[in-house]
């Protein structure tokens, strides 16, 4: 009982506001409704359930809705990471071609943006402009 506790706290439901926005609930129905008439799709047109054939090929369907959300859900709750204070690289020839960022006093890692909650640099998820 003590560690369901420890993973389940009042900070931890708050991520769940994530949730109750109009992106997610339109990705998430989306994700549900491609799936579905996919596995309806499989059960009516395709080799019936009880061939070998018919159930690797709607435990695949199963199988690739359960990474599609896996990945989602890790994208919207882990995030990208963040770069390591004091990073540096590793051939020091190449601070030339680095920014330098006076307010962590550091180099600023490709594909990274500053944040100003955190005050760190974030991975960016999106190479625009890069």
Same mark, same amino acid.
């Given at each position: 009982?003590?560690?369901?506790?420890?993973?389940?706290?009042?900070?931890?439901?708050?991520?769940?506001?994530?949730?109750?926005?109009? %992106?997610?609930?339109?990705?998430?129905?989306?994700?549900?409704?491609?799936?579905?008439?996919?596995?309806?799709?499989?059960?009516?047109?395709?080799?019936?359930?009880?061939?070998?054939?018919?159930?690797?090929?709607?435990?695949?369907?199963?199988?690739?809705?359960?990474?599609?959300?896996?990945?989602?859900?890790?994208?919207?709750?882990? %995030?990208?990471?963040?770069?390591?204070?004091?990073?540096?690289?590793?051939?020091?020839?190449?601070?030339?071609?680095?920014?330098?960022?006076?307010?962590?006093?550091?180099?600023?890692?490709?594909?990274?943006?500053?944040?100003?909650?955190?005050?760190?640099?974030?991975?960016?998820?999106?190479?625009?402009?890069?």
């Amino acid at each position: 009982m003590g560690t369901f506790c420890s993973v389940i706290k009042f900070e931890n439901l708050q991520e769940l506001k994530r949730l109750c926005h109009w %992106g997610p609930i339109i990705a998430l129905g989306v994700i549900a409704i491609c799936s579905t008439m996919a596995m309806i799709d499989s059960v009516l047109w395709y080799w019936p359930l009880h061939t070998t054939g018919g159930s690797v090929n709607f435990i695949m369907l199963i199988n690739w809705t359960v990474m599609i959300l896996y990945n989602y859900f890790n994208a919207m709750f882990i %995030g990208p990471g963040f770069v390591p204070l004091g990073w540096k690289p590793e051939n020091s020839q190449d601070n030339m071609y680095l920014q330098y960022c006076k307010v962590c006093q550091a180099y600023k890692a490709p594909r990274s943006h500053h944040c100003r909650k955190c005050n760190r640099y974030c991975l960016s998820l999106l190479l625009i402009g890069d």
